[in-house]
């Protein structure tokens, strides 16, 4: 079984500060991670993912993730936040050793609101 | 031009009444999911098809029966309603199964009254 959390529903930064969403996750085989991004009545897009090999991946609009086995985390973070950066958050981890259908069985967390003040 | 979508936005409907959800993508993608989130943002999975074969079925009751009329589209139905399937149910796709979910619709906001 696995699981995810994460810590604190809500963060509130700065614009240009920077952004720091926490994420630890719970998973018997080696995982497969990934944070998604949902803008206000939108669905949910990948920000990026984390499968085998760099353990530092950057996705899109200057978001990098960085997998900590011994932490079991894989906290989400930019340099510098950017008022479209507001949204909420969502970090998810999927079986590895599931075969073909490891993807679609995503578990998410609770997601993550980040405010951005001006 | 909406990659993945879903009609209607919301559905407002009594205890007991069938309905449909359509689900539409112009990506050319393979795979198409049904998840549903509940109050709590808590997101799960439903059914994945993959060219129209159902890949993903996770325990659902048999009220709700998806249907893929091709690869394009991933409709779902649901009989008879309870207050407890009021949640919002998004549709997603990728390319093939080596990858997650990589498109998801606006969601639907299914209300049961």
């Known amino acids: 079984a696995q699981s995810v959390t994460q810590l604190g529903s809500h963060v509130s930064v700065s614009e240009g500060a920077l952004v720091l969403l926490r994420c630890n996750y719970s998973?018997?085989?080696?995982?497969?991670l990934f944070w998604y991004v949902q803008y206000p009545n939108q669905g949910l897009q990948l920000l990026l993912k984390?499968?085998?090999?760099?353990?530092l991946v950057k996705g899109i609009n200057g978001f990098e993730a960085e997998f900590k086995k011994s932490e079991t985390s894989f906290h989400l973070t930019k340099p510098s936040a950017h008022m479209s950066d507001a949204a909420e958050y969502f970090c998810?981890?999927?079986?590895?050793?599931?075969?073909?259908?490891?993807?679609?069985?995503?578990?998410f967390g609770q997601g993550t609101i980040l405010t951005v003040h001006p | 031009d909406t990659a993945v979508s879903q009609t209607p936005k919301y559905l407002v409907t009594q205890m007991g009444n069938d309905k449909s959800i359509k689900c539409e993508q112009n990506?050319?993608?393979?795979?198409m999911y049904w998840y549903k989130q509940d109050s709590k943002k808590f997101l799960k999975i439903m059914f994945s098809?993959?060219?129209?074969?159902?890949?993903i079925n996770e325990t659902v009751p048999n009220r709700f029966s998806p249907k893929s009329p091709d690869k394009a589209h991933l409709n779902l139905h649901i009989n008879s309603l309870e207050l407890g399937d009021s949640a919002v149910y998004f549709c997603?796709?990728?390319?093939?199964?080596?990858?997650?979910?990589?498109?998801f619709g606006d969601g639907t906001r299914l209300s049961i009254l």
């Open positions: 984390y499968t085998t090999g760099a353990t």
């Open positions: 998973s018997s085989v080696p995982p497969y």
């Open positions: 997603a796709s990728s390319q093939g199964t080596a990858g997650p979910p990589q498109h």
């Open positions: 098809y993959n060219n129209k074969e159902l890949i």
């Open positions: 998810a981890v999927s079986d590895s050793g599931a075969g073909g259908t490891s993807y679609g069985k995503l578990t």
């Open positions: 990506l050319g993608h393979d795979t």
